[in-house]
């Protein structure tokens, strides 16, 4: 029988090959899935030493901070770009010449945002904290099983909460933060997986469906933001513009239509896991 380890230190380990590994795919710069999957090993460390016993005199929570925000404007034009080419199904040929011209701004943009991750990703302070993690001493501050399912309570008490609170027709900023809830919840019920079962599997994976509705509304109001602050040189970029933002309006109305049912299922995964 294989067993699983499940230490922080372990956790950590699994993180750090991730960091390795999409660093090296980040900088080729050819699949953009490179700097997404690096943020998402950054997310999960921080995780998992929130969830820990650790002496953080260096200020590694600090310098994972820091990481996550130099790759950030570089993914955020990723998914707005890749939003963008995504919408042009019946556009004519004249059309797209107007898409091109009216996405300039964007790529030039991206452009500068791609610089400043490369030279995060080869530079020294980056270099420091991959050895920092390499070496940082990080035990459990919960035992595995009902320890770690522990750790569950407060990101779910916390999502809860902020629900009862949203009102009918939340904010857009209200849904954005309720998207950060949620995904607090599912990091922490990942750490609980491996020793928690089927029902903290279930919790992740309806945690992640709540994450993926909201952040499609999110991008949704960020690209409409963007769109509408592009400029548009002549009617027909002004005609592409009014078009994206059509579908960008129609993104946002989908997924409020959705997120509520989705937190449903979270409470009554959380419900059965917790009781």
């Known amino acids: 029988m294989t067993v699983v380890d499940t230490s922080p230190r372990a956790w950590i380990a699994e993180q750090l090959d991730e960091l390795h590994v999409h660093g090296e795919v980040a900088l080729e710069g050819a699949d953009p899935e490179g700097v997404h999957q690096l943020r998402v090993a950054v997310r999960r460390i921080r995780a998992v030493l929130k969830a820990s016993r650790f002496d953080d005199g260096g200020g590694l929570l600090t310098e994972l901070r820091w990481f996550f925000g130099e ?106 933060a309720l998207r950060i809830r949620g995904k607090k919840l599912r990091y922490a019920a990942e750490l609980a997986a491996p020793s928690g079962g089927k029902p903290v599997k279930q919790l992740v994976k309806a945690t992640k469906r709540l994450q993926d509705v909201l952040g499609e509304h999110q991008d949704a109001c960020i690209a409409e933001q963007r769109v509408r602050a592009l400029v548009a040189e002549d009617a027909a970029e002004a005609f592409i513009a009014g078009r994206l933002v059509e579908r960008e309006r129609a993104r946002q109305a989908a997924s409020r239509g959705e997120w509520y049912g989705a937190y449903q299922e979270v409470e009554r995964c959380a419900a059965e896991l917790l009781g």
């Open 71 to 176: 790759l950030g404007p570089l993914r955020d034009l990723d998914v707005l770009l890749m939003r963008f080419h995504g919408d042009t199904d019946g556009f004519s040929p004249e059309e797209m010449v107007a898409f091109e011209r009216l996405l300039k701004g964007l790529r030039a943009e991206r452009g500068v945002a791609r610089r400043k991750a490369t030279r995060a990703l080869r530079g020294e302070r980056y270099q420091r904290l991959l050895e920092t993690l390499a070496v940082t001493d990080v035990s459990p501050r919960a035992e595995a099983g009902n320890g770690l399912l522990a750790e569950i309570v407060k990101p779910f008490r916390k999502l809860r909460k902020a629900v009862d609170e949203s009102g009918p027709d939340p904010a857009d900023e209200v849904l954005h």
